[in-house]
């Protein structure tokens, strides 16, 4: 009961100073291209659009056969129902990164859950490879896990189980194209939905374990303080789509 209180009255902290940014959302006219003045300041395509080169099965070394589908300059995962049994799984970059500013478009089916996950290690367990901190992508008003953890820190744009997105976040409605944009600078990281500034903490020191201990991650020894990692898109069983998922490494 007690950790339970602690917790509750730590997170309410954190959103207690919680400052609001917005800044202006960049998209590109042709999906999954990057514009000259993009290039200059060293952005580069996570994804090409066309195929899966530069991405992998989560704990594996290849791309999965089934499940994830390339289709009008879009990645999608496939429905749990339209599958015949076969899963797809989490799909990881090839490469790790340490500081770094990632903006993809994500597009979800109502009741939706997927997530961009950043610093997976993917060395927990065999079984496991997927663990890191996550930015939530989901359907608030239907998926379930919008109502579980504390304070709304499973919804959209949350960091999840461990820091609620702003309550003022503005979310796009089902079946339209919403931003997410990340960023890494050292132990300093930012969430951005649709322009604005949802998420803002340091991933190291009391403060961020404390969290990490009132989390489901509590058990992952060091979650959260690799010094590089994968980026991951999560295969939940739902309709998500990506697209514009590019990155430029920070000095």
């Keep these: 009961m007690k950790s339970l209180f602690f917790c509750t009255i730590f997170l309410f902290s954190t959103l ?18 990057l514009t000259a003045v993009e290039k200059s300041l060293g952005w580069k395509l996570l994804w090409d659009g066309q195929t899966t080169n530069g991405w ?25 129902n339209a599958r015949d049994g076969v899963s797809g799984g989490d799909i990881v970059t090839v490469d790790e990164y340490s500081n770094f500013e990632l903006v993809a478009d994500f597009k979800i089916t109502k009741g939706a ?7 997976v290690t993917e060395t927990y367990t065999p079984t496991d490879p997927s663990v890191g901190l996550e930015f939530q992508v989901l359907d608030d008003a239907v998926h379930p896990d919008a109502k579980l953890g504390v304070r709304g820190n499973r919804t ?23 931003q997410a944009r990340i960023i ?35 058990d992952f020894e060091g979650f959260g303080e690799a010094k590089k990692g994968h980026i991951l898109l999560q ?17």
């Design 156 to 178: 959209c744009g949350s960091l999840y189980d461990m820091i609620a997105a702003a309550p003022n976040k503005k979310v796009n409605p089902v079946g339209e194209w919403n």
């Design 56 to 80: 992998r099965s989560a704990g594996r070394t290849t791309f999965p056969a089934k499940g994830w589908k390339i289709e009008n300059n879009t990645l999608t995962i496939a429905p749990a």
């Design 16 to 33: 207690l100073g919680f400052s609001q940014v917005k800044n202006k959302v960049t998209n590109t006219t042709t999906p999954n291209k």
């Design 113 to 119: 859950n997927s997530g961009i996950k950043y610093f």
């Design 184 to 218: 890494v600078k050292g132990s300093q990281v930012e969430h951005w939905l649709n322009g604005m500034k949802v998420v803002e903490y340091e991933r190291t020191g009391q403060m961020f374990r404390a969290l990490v201990y009132c989390s489901k991650f509590k």
């Design 235 to 251: 295969d939940h069983g739902d309709a998500v789509s990506y697209k514009n998922i590019k990155i430029r490494v920070l000095k």
